[in-house]
């Protein structure tokens, strides 16, 4: 699975769009894009997922370039609930001999203000 | 549904105890895992299951046991406790396992501390 680049932290202002990035250079053509986040003391939670076109659901936004090396969840109007850790995931579909297993990396703190 | 559901919430043991902490989903997921997290060091993949009666090891499966006798369980076994061992232990499951559509689902962890 390809490894993956995220700022240690951020800041966003309460109501602004959060916008985070990922660096994923060297991800395969069969490679997803996940995201997930933890607030603090409970377990991750799933937010988004695409391969290569832009996906959108109603918790955020996911913008992947075109090239696939690099993208950016957008989270349109932060709340300060939405203060957690930020995860950027890239990993291929089982049968690429992947076992369906998600490798988390370190993360992005964000940190919402208001 | 309650989701993924793990006991206990916190545990202290003493080094050489063993104990099995508990996780137990309603969705009818055929994959259930278990990983760790640990200060510094993400979330660590311990074991998973793709299903009941199958088994694997993940990213640090060094002194732990599972097991799948049925979907809905999947216990994570510490045989002979250690302080390396004190970390925060997760429980997932999802259902489409290993395709695109895959989302893990969290439990709410166990705070496990070794002395």
């Known amino acids: 699975d390809a490894k993956t680049t995220q700022p240690t932290s951020m800041d966003c202002a309460e109501g602004r769009a959060a916008n985070l990035p990922c660096n994923h250079s060297?991800?395969?053509?069969?490679?997803?894009v996940y995201w997930y986040r933890q607030i603090h003391s409970q377990g991750p939670q799933y937010i988004i997922h695409?391969?290569?076109n832009n996906e959108t659901n109603e918790m955020a936004s996911l913008i992947i370039t075109e090239d696939r090396k690099s993208s950016t969840l957008i989270l349109p109007h932060a709340t300060l609930r939405d203060t957690a850790v930020y995860y950027c995931?890239?990993?291929?579909?089982?049968?690429?001999?992947?076992?369906?297993?998600?490798?988390f990396g370190q993360g992005t703190t964000l940190q919402v203000k208001p | 549904n309650a989701g993924v559901t793990q006991t206990p919430k916190f545990q202290v043991l003493k080094t050489g105890q063993s104990m099995t902490l508990q996780c137990a989903q309603d969705?009818?997921?055929?994959?259930m895992s278990w990983y760790r997290q640990d200060p510094g060091m993400g979330l660590r993949l311990i074991h998973y299951?793709?299903?009941?009666?199958?088994?694997d090891q993940g990213e640090v499966p060094n002194g732990y046991n599972v097991s799948r006798s049925t979907t809905e369980d999947f216990p994570l076994r510490l045989l002979s406790a250690a302080p390396s061992q004190t970390s925060v232990y997760f429980c997932?499951?999802?259902?489409?396992?290993?395709?695109?559509?895959?989302?893990?689902?969290f439990g709410s962890g166990t705070q496990l501390s070794v002395l």
């Open positions: 995931i890239v990993r291929a579909p089982a049968g690429s001999g992947n076992t369906g297993k998600l490798i």
């Open positions: 997932a499951s999802s259902y489409e396992s290993g395709t695109a559509n895959e989302k893990l689902f």
């Open positions: 969705m009818n997921h055929e994959y």
């Open positions: 060297t991800i395969s053509g069969n490679e997803y």
């Open positions: 695409g391969l290569k």
């Open positions: 299951s793709v299903g009941a009666g199958i088994t």
